[in-house]
């Protein structure tokens, strides 16, 4: 719980400061959003979770999925960020809520599938998070991991080599995975983009 509580903190006083700017330094990225989004293969009338949403750039992708009679939410722990999302218009694409992704308020198999950019690799127990998305997702729904960039160019872009202990190797991600009730169906670890595909067991 204290772990929780410091990381959830932690990532607050990271991204408060950022919030203003945030959608302006990455607007470039939308396209690829979309892009990831489609590999999803949302229905219509479906139910969505953005997690992590940040401010919103997957919900308008998100929400031409499932249509108008779908459900697309997106949940963020800091409040800043989606008061971003909501300077951008994106509350009419989706409900927004603070939370903690790693205990959600939503009852078991509420949505069909889980959109996170950005987020797993920054999780104190990525395998408690993967279990308690799980937990919310019925059965053969998706859960898609991204990000902009690939693993290598992230790690350079910050200075350091590419640990063998990343928890989105390839190899670390899908025992975890497989654990918390998820199987891992595509993975792609590009220059331009991270994706990982699961399927809810």
């Not at 990225?29 to 919103?56: F, I, K, N, W």
């Not at 069909?112 to 059965?139: C, K, M, N, Q, Y």
Request: aromatic share 6%.
């Amino acid at each position: 719980m204290v772990a929780e509580r410091s990381e959830r903190t932690a990532a607050r006083a990271f991204f408060t400061p950022r919030a203003d700017a945030w959608e302006a330094r990455f607007a470039a990225d939308g396209p690829r959003y979309a892009e990831a989004v489609a590999r999803m293969d949302l229905r219509r009338g479906q139910t969505v979770l953005d997690l992590g949403c940040g401010s919103g750039r997957a919900l308008p992708a998100l929400r031409a999925q499932v249509g108008d009679d779908g459900t697309v939410l997106g949940m963020d722990v800091t409040t800043a960020m989606l008061k971003a999302a909501v300077r951008e218009g994106r509350e009419r694409q989706a409900g927004l809520l603070v939370a903690d992704c790693s205990q959600l308020p939503l009852p078991e198999g509420a949505v069909d599938g889980i959109f996170s950019a950005g987020l797993l690799d920054h999780l104190p127990d990525p395998a408690a998070a993967v279990r308690e998305w799980a937990r919310v997702t019925g059965p053969g729904g998706i859960l898609l991991l991204f990000h902009p960039s690939g693993r290598a160019e992230r790690a350079a872009r910050h200075g350091r080599p590419l640990s063998p202990d990343d928890p989105l190797g390839e190899p670390n991600l899908w025992p975890v995975l497989e654990a918390g009730g998820w199987r891992l169906d595509c993975y792609e670890d590009a220059d331009e983009h991270f994706l990982a595909r699961a399927v809810r067991i």
